[in-house]
């Protein structure tokens, strides 16, 4: 009778066993493809900024005809952006498109009568959603990718990331290294 018991324990136990390891990898499964889904919404979010951009630009170049040098930066930026093919090239050319942004903005407060444009006052707002939507969707995929690397360190997950081949990702997205310095505004 004890032996029986014993059986019983023991193939409990690995049934327990079996279904946490299930788990485990299912979990990190679902976390990899989460921090792809995650890059695809930043992609998505600098699309959107990408095709507001012509429209932008177009509304100034009205008003700012002698201010072309900032206008081709941003368009230039713009094709580099789009011809990008990896996250980390996306990443990079999303950053200097911003920089360029900003200095669009500077341009533009020199010409009154443009900051009073109702067009462009609409994309300016949609241009500054859209960099808002962006800063937040670069948040999510650096916690989907902390989630997935903290899964494949940790046990059980390290156990089956070992065994089927998950890697620590580390793919956080990182500020341009420009960013850690305050800007200087002069007037």
Do not use: C
Not at 62 to 74: D, I
Not at 133 to 147: G, M, P, S, T, W
Request: net charge neutral.
């Amino acid at each position: 009778m004890s032996s029986k018991i014993g059986l019983w324990v023991a193939l409990g136990i690995g049934v327990i066993l079996i279904f946490t390891l299930i788990g485990s990898y299912n979990g990190l499964v679902a976390s990899s493809q989460g921090i792809d889904a995650q890059w695809a919404q930043v992609e998505n979010d600098m699309q959107r900024r990408y095709d507001l951009i012509p429209n932008l630009v177009n509304t100034v170049k009205g008003y700012a005809k002698h201010e072309s040098s900032v206008l081709e930066e941003v368009t230039r930026l713009r094709s580099q952006w789009g011809n990008a093919k990896t996250p980390a090239d996306q990443a990079a050319a999303s950053d200097n498109l911003g920089s360029a942004l900003g200095r669009l903005m500077v341009v533009v407060e020199k010409y009154p009568e443009l900051k009073a444009n109702e067009n462009f006052l609409k994309l300016q707002d949609e241009l500054a959603g859209t960099e808002n939507r962006i800063a937040v969707e670069r948040k999510r995929f650096n916690e989907a990718v902390l989630d997935y690397d903290v899964r494949v360190q940790s046990f059980p997950g390290n156990i089956m990331a070992n065994m089927f081949g998950f890697k620590v990702k580390d793919a956080y997205f990182k500020a341009n290294a420009a960013a850690q310095e305050a800007p200087k505004v002069q007037f």
